[in-house]
């Protein structure tokens, strides 16, 4: 049974246009979600990440929206570029053990010029 | 430099012998992690070093060793590979910065296994 959930494993979006990437999770206990990008032949790296006391995280083009109480996520990234093309993984942990990371399969964007 | 470093990008193996995986970081981080990641799933924990302390999660627990001989670096061990071990291994490192705060992973390449 998947703890997190990611709700697509490929995104194709234009240039400019703001792609959307869904994530769901079962574990209420669950209280830091960071997003994880990962190029071809790279190892992830942290993008942004919310706290559950948080709804709403931004950070430049990259925008999180939480919803605590049906326990899902989005990852907002506006005027998507070709070079934000990556797999995108959601993923869950609790304080004091957020290293210990359950992931997403992950969500493969295309951003078509 | 927060590079962490996974030799090699690629293993061959065959069925019933060992392997051995290395990574290393340079970052002083006092927590070292191994993730696999097999096609069409998610990344899995498979253990991680808090220091010299070893944590193994319970469903891997018999089939993966680990190793840490020292701060920058940490080994995973097979005994006897299998077909299923076929998978990209993604070592990660961080530094625990206690209380609430939370730890940023900082991931190899990762080495990706195949097993004959």
């Known amino acids: 049974q998947q703890q997190v959930r990611q709700s697509s494993q490929s995104l194709t979006v234009w240039e400019g246009e703001t792609a959307i990437l869904n994530c769901s999770y079962e574990?209420?206990?669950?209280?830091?979600f960071p997003w994880y990008q990962q190029f071809p032949g790279e190892g992830p790296a942290l993008l942004i990440a919310?706290?559950?006391?948080?709804d709403k995280k931004e950070d430049g083009r990259f925008t999180i929206f939480f919803n605590k109480r049906e326990k899902n996520l989005s990852l907002h990234i506006k005027d998507s570029q070709p070079g934000d093309s990556a797999t995108y993984f959601c993923?869950?942990?609790?304080?004091?053990?957020?290293?210990?990371?359950?992931f997403g399969l992950g969500t493969t964007l295309q951003v078509q010029p | 430099d927060t590079t962490v470093k996974q030799n090699p990008r690629y293993k061959l193996a065959r069925v019933g012998k060992p392997v051995n995986l290395i990574c290393s970081q340079t970052?002083?981080?006092?927590?070292m992690y191994w993730y696999q990641k097999k096609p069409n799933q998610a990344p899995k924990l498979l253990l991680f070093?808090?220091?010299?302390?070893?944590?193994r999660e319970a469903d891997t627990f018999e089939k993966f060793q680990s190793s840490r001989p020292n701060n920058s670096f940490c080994s995973l061990y097979i005994g006897s590979a299998g077909l299923e071990y076929s998978a990209m291994y993604l070592c990660?490192?961080?530094?625990?910065?206690?209380?609430?705060?939370?730890?940023?992973?900082?991931f190899g390449s990762g080495t990706r296994l195949t097993v004959l």
């Open positions: 070093y808090y220091d010299k302390i070893l944590n």
């Open positions: 970052m002083n981080h006092d927590t």
């Open positions: 990660a490192s961080s530094r625990r910065l206690g209380g609430s705060s939370a730890e940023t992973l900082y």
């Open positions: 919310i706290r559950s006391v948080s």
């Open positions: 993923a869950a942990s609790i304080t004091g053990n957020t290293g210990k990371l359950i």
């Open positions: 574990n209420s206990a669950f209280d830091y």
